[in-house]
């Protein structure tokens, strides 16, 4: 155990210094529509540019990475900051509203302002634990001023841009982002790609049954959370991701399995994951030799936090796998 424990402190220390030190990639996507992607499976955001101004999707949390997201929004544009879009309340989407002030409106769901609010310490003690304690120095909490509680259509400057609720998944509050002209979605965290999902505030039962709903959507681009951009197959892998582990858990405990015995055993749907981390750590070079730490977090996270909420015990999100 304290072998596991010694792993998660070593990943998380070196987790601030893996993403601060990788610079993000802007990548056109279509029009006027960008993905400030993030290295080493770091937080995405986007930006969609047009005649009227900007429309910033997610901020970043870490000050810098904030900072450059508005850098190469006037690297691309001098056209003003319109609306802000918050996909979900956790720092590393949020934290660096305070930095677009400017716009119009800052947009989100009902329950991510609300988590926002009353998660306050816990969602600021959780942003620290990864980016460091020095990380939230001059931070100053910047609210959604304006929430929708299941649809909401932007028109701005010959853009259609439409915001979607479609259940809970991975918080309360999740919403889409999606350009219908253009065929693109941003999925916040209810996609990853390459990584495995956070499940510290999820649903995961709701959150299948999210990505059915979000499979009636015709786009040909999908920008998720963290990882790069793909397309449908993005959300398929997830999805079949989350049904195992459930399938397994569920297996686990109907056999009687207790939470130590779960422990010992593992799960086999993170097999794959520990391959991933291998091949990642065959590829790596130079600077990039340090990726693969982000792997045994979150599968020890996750296993953990599976087998926790197998047994019925409910998290911050109130998730059981039962059901």
Do not use: C
């Not at 926002?116 to 990864?130: V, Y």
């Not at 590829?283 to 990039?288: A, V």
Request: charged content about 25%; aromatic content about 10%.
């Amino acid at each position: 155990m304290l072998k596991h424990v010694g792993l998660i402190l070593f990943s998380v220390l070196l987790l601030e210094s893996l993403v601060l030190s990788a610079e993000p990639e802007v990548v056109k996507l279509a029009e006027g529509v960008y993905g400030f992607i993030g290295k080493e499976g770091a937080a995405n955001s986007g930006f969609v540019v047009t005649e009227e101004g900007v429309i910033v999707i997610d901020t970043q949390g870490p000050k810098d990475l904030a900072l450059r997201l508005k850098k190469k929004i006037r690297e691309t544009t001098d056209k003003p900051i319109l609306y802000v879009i918050n996909t979900h309340f956790h720092g590393d989407h949020t934290y660096g509203n305070q930095y677009f002030k400017e716009a119009k409106e800052i947009i989100a769901h009902e329950n991510t302002k609300k988590n926002l609010i009353e998660k306050d310490k816990e969602n600021r003690d959780q942003f620290k634990r990864f980016f460091g304690e020095k990380s939230l120095e001059g931070f100053e909490l910047t609210l959604p001023t304006k929430t929708i509680k299941d649809t909401f259509t932007l028109q701005a400057g010959g853009k259609t841009i439409k915001l979607a609720y479609l259940g809970k998944g991975h918080t309360d509050g999740d919403i889409i982002i999606y350009l219908p002209a253009e065929r693109v979605i941003f999925g916040g965290d209810l996609l990853y790609k390459d990584r495995l999902p956070w499940l510290g505030d999820a649903y995961i039962s709701e959150w299948i049954e999210t990505l059915d709903k979000l499979k009636v959507f015709d786009a040909g681009i999908y920008v998720p959370g963290h990882g790069g951009v793909g397309d449908f197959d993005i959300l398929l892998n997830l999805q079949h991701y989350l049904i195992d582990l459930q399938s397994e858990v569920k297996q686990y405990i109907k056999n009687g399995k207790t939470i130590d015995e779960m422990k010992k055993i593992g799960l086999s749907i993170m097999n794959g994951f520990h391959s991933m981390q291998r091949r990642h750590t065959e590829s790596s070079q130079g600077g990039n030799r340090r990726r693969p730490l982000y792997f045994p977090h979150l599968l020890y996270h996750n296993k953990l936090q599976i087998i926790r909420l197998g047994h019925g015990q409910e998290d911050g999100g109130g998730l059981s796998v039962l059901h």
